[in-house]
């Protein structure tokens, strides 16, 4: 690829999964109890999509990762002091509600709009990466409005793998049903990619990234764009916890295999 | 004290454990990202190697493993090797870093205090040479230990800190030198060659250390005294990392006994060395390199105990909530089900208890390694500005200092004066004055550190005891959440290593008496009293009570004598000078972890997701500090007081009945005057009757005779008035505050 892509990361926070989710009925319609100050992590898929992103601007000289956030701007202050020690990126901040409460086109508007202002940005060299579904509000359709408000109609949901060809192509696997996948070749950017879980473990924390990182990402803090986003027009009826009862446990001393198995015969269960 | 308003009344509770926004705040680092990053690091390996490597049992063996070694490799790979580092040597972060490596024990030793042991080790190696080294053994030395740069293909030095050597049974000792060091060879125009012998005991990193930075004495007349110097792996002798120390405590730091008997060049004695007259003249000899190095390494080993407090408050309160799932006891809504031992005013109030201990050590850990990273440049500035002056050697130095302690006092009374009021342009110049400076926050450097060490890891490991009894018999199960019964054991090397607590008491009972630091004592007392005006409900009144009783025993103390005529303060009378240490320490914990409330108090608004839960935790970190500011009350009163009774001799019937009591025929006189004197007067004090006879006891009760001690010690008592309803407020808090749904590491 001449002169490399520019990859778009969409992604925000979500609840660390260890903590207790709580439906609470808010002064602005349904919430989670004390849900701001509970702990957050990026997003699982959003994760993924990042990291996927580092790798790839790596393998592809000139390339340049932006991640935009619509998060609670304090609280993706607190993200970015682990996110932003494991891969180089530029942050665009967008400060508002990042929990599950939010209608999807609202926040694809915002993302779009945020993405839009993001000076230098080089549509025709652009790749929208962000998670297929997201761990607070899983409709997964967000992606699909952000591409589409931007323009790129090449789009791939479900991604778990990404081979750029010399002449700049796109080879892409994607999930699809019955544990399949299904290989399109794309001729090249602009195109939209809604990662599952790629290939890649979490790159580990590296201070001095992070040192590198900071410096753009606290001034883009400050100046974080509001977004209020919300949920215009819809009302909901009922918000309560799944059927199924958590159960956590604390398993320290089975293999992986076993581990494996246990949730293998739980599923067939 | 008035009751209504010393009680918090607000009902808003704690919503969730403090996470990371209020930390930063209460600890002073939320505008300091590189610090956040360091802990988002630290944690990250903490509670996944370090945490799986527990779980797995890796401490069941005292030998140094594979699987242990992984811990210095995701040091590496994590950046906290690095975090010691300045960066001309490899490292990111510039400046002190006093509170770094704080905040890089709390994370590790939150999990496991040998994890934490093991990172501190290696910089402890590195202390003498970044301290005192000159710029090219900095640059050596620093620079090896930084981890590879991709590309590189090397492998990271790791060092250990010798100094303790062997007595018979498992001693150590660090006053006198065993190791020694001779002249091997000294050629004409050359370096000198240095025969090192060195036998340690204790010596943490030594089964993979590389180097070793060695406490030796000289042994031979062409060299003076002793020094620090560094001994490399591949050095011509025996580089024996001998017998594994067969601790039952901190398993994950490697600690061997090693021997050591290694030719040198002198240019590795750390600072260099000088000839005069054909002898070799350490610059700086080993006990001004250990001074300057442990009075900030002792910072970090203390908020390791207190980490271990507070990573104690989840496991224990879901232990307490679902002691009784699962039963055939309780169902579902019951509330034996939904609170389980919560329901028990005792299981929350000793909770309230560790929590509050665990809160006051941080807070005064923290201060102290803040301190420190403002003392470093100060300290650098004022060698600097001795050397410019000519000022050479101790004696010159302290002749100086005595004549700049009134200038510093000066400054301490113009700083407590209102701005408009004060001669402001004396106070700019004594602000601006290194060497007064220097001197007032030497003077409280010298307190704090060893106080948050004697304080946060001694009585941090009564409280670790407490934390594990109230995990019941799982407490004393490898299985037990949280590490608990491994994290109590830890602590009691904690409390040993790096000085042990007599040490810390001893420096305490020197230090505390500095006029400097009494000065500041006293301001604090004033400040205490304005923050209980504004904020009766923190203990602040109840503490500035507290210091004040200590202040007159200390003074007192210092002018008395006992029953046989001994001066009471004397730096050997130990069962004096220690307990006043002891006592100071608790007023320090309890005014820090004030000063942190109040932080958080102020600041706690400015990020909005501290905001949304401020009055819940403001509230509970209130009536915690009101618990703690009790307890501290309590000690200095029961310590005060034993001490200043308690060397008088008691009166005896025999010797001082005839002084000190009524006669039994003069009250049965007095009667037809005062009807009912001679029954009241009996019962009321002592008295003997004709025949010898008197009340069963061991003699006549003392005389009142100190009367602002006893005025002080009862304000203090009325001044523990609403301390317990706090206490139940901090409970019904605990019994109410969410937690996660599982702890965050295995």
Redesign the interface.
Known sequence: MNGGFHIVVCGSIVPDPLQTLAPIEGPTGPALKNELMLPAVLDPWAGHALYEAAHLAKNAPGSKVWLVSLGPKAKLQQLMMTIAQKVSFELVVLDGPAGGFTDPCEVAGALAGGIEKIPDLDRSRLLLFGGCASASRDAGVTMQMVGERLGITDQFLGVDELTVSEDGSLQVLERIEGGQYQVSVCTGAPAVLAWATGNLPEPPNNPQIGMMNMRTIMPALQKAQPAPVGAEGVSYLGVELPKQRRETRIVKDLSVDEIAREIVEWLKG | MDTTNSENTATEYL??LP???VRQIMWRFADR??L??????AR?LARGVVARLV??GARNTHEWTEKKAQLLTGFD???LT??FMDPEDGG?LAGPKNLALALVAFELSWVDGGAATCSLASNLALSPIHEKGTPEQRHTYMSRCVPPLPGEDRKPWRGAFALTEPLPYVGVDTGILSGKMRVAEWEEGKEPILHVEKRGRFITNMGFANFVTAAVDSDDARIKGSAMIILEEGDPGLFDRGATTLKLVHQLSSTSDPILSLKVPASRIIGGYTVKDGVIIPNINHGDVIESVFRRTRVPVSVMSSAKLLSAVEPVIRYQRTRFRGGAASSHGTPRYEQGLQQKEDALQRLVDVWASGEAGAALGFAAARLFDEFDPIEREKERVLAERGITGARAQMKLFKELEKGALEYLALANQPEGERDAARFQELAADTLVQFLITDSLANVFCPACKLWNTGYGATMMREAVSLMGGYGITE?C?GFLGQKWMDAQLEATYEGPEAVQRRQLSITMTNELFLAQFRQWIKDLRGIADQRPGTGACTLASAMELWLWTLGYLQESRDADGKPLYHSSRHGVVFPVADALCWLLTSRQQILDLLELEAKGPE???VA??LAGFVNFFSDLCHVQAARSAGEVGRVCAELVYGYNRHPDWCRDAVETCFRGEQLDAMDCIMPGIAGYGRSLGDAVELDGTHASKAGPCPQESLQTFMLLRHRLDLCLTGARLAKDRAATAVSRV???????Y?
């Open positions: 919503s969730t996470g990371d926004d990202y590189e956040q990053m360091i802990i988002q690091s990250s779980a797995e790979e994590v950046g690095t975090v990111f299985d959440p990020n909005p997701v949304s839960g969410m937690i996660p749904e599982a702890l965050d295995p």
